[in-house]
């Protein structure tokens, strides 16, 4: 009977030091059954990053299998980049079968929100998707509140017991909350992309409660994934979320890094206000229209992209577009960060990458004057 990897889900082999799940004989020989591939040996003891070799069909199979075996499914939505968690693939599950939705970083909310109306908010957006969860769960992987929760719904809809599927895109963080269930770091965790490959199946203690963590499916339209690894990585919210609120005149420009520009084309006589937000690391910058150019050429501080994938950021087909968000609403980059507007209406004209998704939403967080 083979060995599998308990922290990634797959099948262990010692043959090939290049393929994925490979493990020395010597130790996969051994009586062990807690066995990890030297991929993810690397990652949980070294932070060390191993390309992986599988498509994103390849992670949405994996998926498919394992809905046969659930009943019901457990979704983790990042409410940090709330859109950038979303996934056809997802949302089809979702209208076909009941689920206990998850909202992960709730440390990470910029202003103050009770979980009650961060679970409003959800309830609601998700209805504009055709999606009606047996009930919403609020919680913060880093610091493990409201993880009990989880167990406590699942037990509730299900007091014989139940097969969840636990599903998400990447870098939601879905091991983390495995492991915080079940008492142990098993499943591997890490900020790196598709760290998980095959379902990887394990016991809440003491319950009847089995947990498939599945692979984490890549959605299309994220701006985090156009750039390198190393830029990726700092686009993910993990620690701390940068707030800037403007109140700016006509054809004034805000670069967002230096993946996106966003052109005032309000009339002067009422000044719109808008609060920008996004990870620490991303660089808003004002300035005018020529000078805008020449800093993305130059400036080194303008970043994303970094130096290393600039290059390769720049050969993205571009496009214009022009949107009027009102206030109330929010004008959210997938992958990357929102605006929200306080006093509106707002209208700009974006210069981003073509196949970036951008939205207009009722807003989560109001900004303050």
């Known amino acids: 009977m083979s060995k599998k990897c308990i922290g990634c889900g797959i099948e262990l082999q010692g043959e090939n030091p290049s393929a994925n799940g490979y493990l020395p004989t010597s130790v996969l020989a051994g009586p062990s059954k807690d066995l990890l591939c030297q991929r993810c040996f690397k990652i949980k003891n070294y932070g060390q990053y191993i ?28 409410i940090i980049d709330f859109e950038g968690s979303f996934n056809d ?16 970083k709730l440390d990470l909310i910029p202003d103050q929100k009770h979980p009650s109306e961060v ?16 009930d919403i ?3 913060s992987s880093k610091n493990g509140y ?18 969840a599927l636990v599903l998400g895109v990447t870098n939601v963080g879905k091991s983390s909350i495995i492991n915080k269930l079940i008492g142990a770091k098993r499943v591997t965790v890490s900020k790196f992309p598709g760290t998980t490959l095959k379902s990887v199946k394990t016991e809440i203690p003491f ?15 994220r701006f985090s994934d156009f750039v390198c690894q190393e830029c990726n990585q700092t686009l993910i919210p993990a620690n701390e979320i940068s707030r800037k609120t ?19 084309l309000n009339d002067d006589d009422l000044k719109p206000i808008f609060a920008l937000y996004a990870s620490k ?13 020449e800093l993305l050429e130059k400036a080194d501080f303008i970043t994303p992209p970094c130096s290393k994938c600039k290059e390769e950021f720049d050969k993205f087909e571009k496009s214009r577009v022009e949107y009027t968000v009102e206030t109330g609403e929010e004008l959210v980059f997938k992958g990357l960060g929102w605006l929200s507007v306080k006093r509106g209406p707002l209208k700009v004209e974006i210069l981003a990458p073509k196949d970036g998704d951008i939205i207009i939403r009722d807003a989560f967080i109001k900004p303050k004057r």
């Open 51 to 78: 390309p992986i070799k599988m498509s994103k069909e390849d992670y949405r199979n994996e998926v498919r299998k394992s809905l046969k075996e659930a009943d019901v499914a457990i979704p983790v939505f990042d």
């Open 89 to 104: 693939e997802i949302l089809d599950v979702l209208r076909e079968m009941d689920s206990i939705v998850v909202i992960n």
């Open 119 to 134: 679970a409003d908010w959800v309830k609601r957006r998700l209805a504009e998707e055709g999606v009606a969860p047996l």
């Open 137 to 139: 769960a609020i919680v």
């Open 146 to 163: 409201g993880i009990n929760g989880i167990f406590k719904k699942i037990k509730h809809f299900y007091p014989e017991g139940a097969t």
């Open 207 to 221: 319950s009847k409660i089995t947990l498939i963590d599945t692979p984490g499916l890549i959605p299309e339209g």
């Open 246 to 264: 403007y109140k700016v005149q006509k054809d004034r420009v805000i670069l967002i890094g230096g993946m996106i520009q966003m052109r005032i």
């Open 281 to 293: 690391d991303v660089t808003f910058h004002e300035t005018n229209i020529e000078k805008a150019k």
